[in-house]
């Protein structure tokens, strides 16, 4: 791909391993509430519902339906009430320690600093553009100390427009000055980072990590980051 010159990353999941460090921060806290002993309530079971209800409301966020006020007060207050616990206090401790937490833990996606270590040095121009907390996303990248690889950081809070709108993907490659016909967008979120990049006319690399296995014709995509090699 002779023409790129600027590598656009989404954040979470594509580079930072989101899941992973979900869990870990989720199972702590469950622990420090002696949630099985209290409430009867198995671990697995209740991430599991926990994942499937912020999934959904990420979603809601993407699509402009709730605003990030809505998703912090019900992702673990919906939790617990899907196992009989009506707690608005329990969930606001959660909540509350949540995003600090999760800092606690930096685990990258498998083969994210190989990749990005690579990319450097092709001396390709890399960047962030995330749909996640302006206030979390910074914080994620220097704490699993990848942000030196990045000229820009975008996040959706800083211009309150999320991808796949194309106002968010206007205003990122207007921070890192560069052109569409330049410009890739990696990513594994099939609406918001495929359909956003197609949309606003930027080429795409879909990290396929959960095996959708999509079927659209010249569609580049991977199923480990290091096969990004192949394109780059």
């Not at 996606?109 to 996303?137: C, P, R, W």
């Not at 594994?188 to 980072?193: C, Q």
Request: charged share 30%; hydrophobic share 40%.
């Amino acid at each position: 791909m002779k023409n790129v010159r600027h590598i656009f990353f989404d954040l979470d999941n594509t580079l930072w391993d989101h899941r992973k460090n979900a869990y870990l921060t989720i199972q702590e806290l469950f622990k420090n509430q002696d949630i099985s002993e209290k409430y009867m309530i198995d671990f697995e079971e209740f991430h599991s519902t926990y994942h499937i209800i912020n999934e959904k409301l990420w979603e809601q966020i993407r699509d402009g339906e709730i605003d990030k006020e809505y998703l912090r007060k019900h992702r673990f207050y919906d939790t617990f009430l899907n196992f009989g616990v009506d707690d608005a206090n329990l969930a606001g401790y959660f909540e509350h320690h949540f995003l600090d937490e999760i800092l606690k833990y930096n685990e990258l996606v498998d083969g994210a600093l190989d990749l990005l270590n690579y990319l450097k040095d092709k001396n390709y121009k890399m960047h962030i553009i995330s749909n996640g907390f302006q206030e979390v996303t910074e914080r994620k990248c220097i704490l699993s100390e990848i942000a030196d690889f990045f000229e820009t950081i975008t996040s959706a809070d800083s211009v309150n427009i999320r991808k796949p709108r194309p106002e968010i993907f206007e205003y990122s490659l207007n921070l890192a000055k560069a052109e569409k016909d330049e410009s890739i967008l990696i990513g594994d979120d099939w609406i918001a980072d495929v359909k956003g990049a197609q949309n606003f006319g930027i080429d795409i690399i879909f990290f396929d990590v959960l095996d959708e296995n999509p079927l659209e014709e010249g569609l580049k995509f991977v199923k480990h980051l290091s096969e990004i090699k192949q394109y780059l």
